[in-house]
């Protein structure tokens, strides 16, 4: 299995703020990697795929980069709606796998 | 537009079966993977298994043994069943479309809004 470990576990940023995540493979995934965003109580969104393709209705304050095993998630200018959980997911091999989740707290 | 709904008991209890299902409507069943997801109680997502349209099945080694995933494309329909459930099986499960694009890039597009099990005597 790919194990995927995001960093950092959770962080807390201001309104305004760029924020970047990261997300390590534990091999090559190739840029079969999606970004996801979950808000409490709720089911994921999709985000970005591709590593960086920005999913239909997405703002284009998130962005997504990365190939091979090291991949970033970029929130440009966080926004009040955009504190929540952020999840990768590798789609290169099955079993498909997630990173723990990094959790976006407001400072 | 798409949406999904899953459905089931909301308490099974331990070394019962659990099975859900995940009504597909305003859209069609092929060409896609259908997937199951969960989610245990404050913690994150672990990918359950999935199914092609034409048949074929992945699952996660972790549940293969007790896991069964099937698809009733009358009923545009997916189910969901684990056999010898314990607490640990107690979580939030979600059905999702996995969408695609150019070079088989797969990805979640679509998720249901989710439905708590819990296992419990």
């Known amino acids: 299995d790919i194990q995927m470990t995001q960093s950092p576990s959770s962080l807390s940023a201001s309104i305004g703020d760029r924020v970047t995540i990261t997300c390590r493979a534990s091999?090559?995934?190739?840029?079969?990697l999606n970004w996801y965003q979950q808000k409490p109580g709720k089911a994921p969104k999709l985000l970005i795929y591709a590593a960086s393709s920005l999913q239909s209705g997405v703002p284009s304050r998130f962005s997504g980069s990365g190939s091979g095993t090291d991949f970033t998630l970029t929130i440009s200018s966080l926004q009040p709606e955009d504190f929540a959980t952020y999840y990768c997911?590798?789609?290169?091999?099955?079993?498909?796998?997630f990173g723990q989740g990094t959790k976006v707290e407001i400072k | 537009q798409v949406q999904l709904q899953e459905s089931g008991p909301g308490l099974v209890k331990p070394s019962e079966t659990l099975s859900l299902s995940c009504t597909v409507s305003?859209?069609?069943?092929?060409?896609?993977?259908w997937s199951w997801i969960r989610q245990p109680p404050g913690k994150g997502l672990e990918w359950i298994g999935h199914i092609h349209y034409s048949g074929s099945i992945n699952y996660s080694p972790s549940l293969e043994s007790r896991v069964t995933i099937s698809l009733d494309t009358s009923k545009t329909q997916f189910s969901l069943q684990l056999n010898s459930v314990t607490a640990a099986d107690t979580a939030v499960y979600y059905c999702a479309r996995v969408g695609y694009s150019n070079y088989n890039y797969q990805y979640m597009d679509v998720w249901g809004k989710g439905t708590t099990v819990t296992v419990s005597s």
């Open positions: 997911q590798q789609s290169y091999s099955s079993p498909r796998t």
């Open positions: 091999q090559t995934t190739s840029n079969y």
């Open positions: 305003g859209g069609s069943i092929s060409p896609y993977y």
